[in-house]
């Protein structure tokens, strides 16, 4: 298996995936090694460096192999310059991603095929996550004979809000999946743009949807006034927290003591800030900046309606969360999520007046957003990952079998 991340060397939702599936799977009896680039942990550390089997994984069957790499996390990337008022800083990030990232793309599939060649490597099928891996994927499975599933979590279009992609980006994502013998895609969604932006078969896409672990943390106490409203991501276009701001301003005329949590980092931070200003809104509204996932659990704790307004979102595991956690969700028709969640309220993220009117609603009428915890809860414990994972096997069955 081929990842960019894995916890903790994580930047967002994809590392979160990773382990998940790879956890899953590991405990469904596969064997599994799992590449992917690390910083050098020393100076004149050796170009590879060796996780024993299980000693970091933290499960037998699972062996992690760190590719050393110059890379920086987005974490540590230019963000907003700006300082709020109880902001919670990200931690010192681990070296992830960085300042030459295409080169790394390249120089991790050649480390990847010496390494499988080094190590005489034999496995059934090789496993790559987003474009990332891709060029590895590609490579290993000409150097091995191996078939190769290519994994679609975002592509170029869903981070633009779908106008547009960066062509360099574009052609890797393109080559990977034209090569691969499968291509696993997080929604329906994903496997249209799949198919019809990259030109891949219909045949060979297999849409796979995330999951979701129980969150078994404490809610924390509640500490602030009135109902609580919240968006809990990347502050960027594609998560729509605009559309947001735009709602919570409407929800305010018909429930004054709201107030709306707007929790994440990102480039649309300062505008968004700027924006709840000119609303004469500022006072109802929360900024807590980044957040690490105990807080994100208290946040949920807090909560009395989730809200996901994604522009374009190819999945968003974060109303899973919210539903695990017994909170009422709103998703957007425009994310991947809403292809599968039976038990959440749905509207088009430019469609202000109707969110505002979902949030208001479930502010307002008890017995709705009771439904929608219990049954949101009961349908986020179906979904877990050993579901992920058995769905998973059969497109392995098919590739291996084939």
Known sequence: MLGWEFPPYFAGGVGVVCEALTRSLVGRGHQITYLMPLAPPAPGAPGVELIEPGADAGAPGLELVGITARLHSYAAGAGPRIRIPGEVPPPAPRPLYGPDLLSEVDRFAARAVEIARARRAAPDLIHAHDWTTFPAGVALRRALGRPLVAHVHITEFDKSGGAHADPRVYEIERAGMQAADRVVAVSRRVAAVCSERYGVDPARIRVVYNGVDADTRPAGPAHLPGPVVLFLGRVTLQKGPDWFVEAA??????????????????????????????????????????????????????????????????????????????VPVIVSRQSGASELLRNALKVDFWDVEGLAARIVSLLRYRALATELEEAGRAEAQELDWDWVAERTEAVYREVVHA
């Open 249 to 326: 301003r409407r929800v305010l005329d018909a429930e004054p003591r709201a107030t709306f949590v707007l929790a994440g980092t990102g480039d649309m931070l300062p505008r968004v800030i700027e924006r709840a200003a000119a609303l004469g809104i500022a006072d109802r509204m929360r900024f807590p900046g980044f957040v690490d996932r105990e807080r994100a659990s208290e946040l949920f704790g807090l909560a009395d309606v989730f809200v996901m307004p994604s522009v374009s979102e190819p999945f968003g595991i974060v109303p899973l969360e919210a539903m695990e956690r017994g």
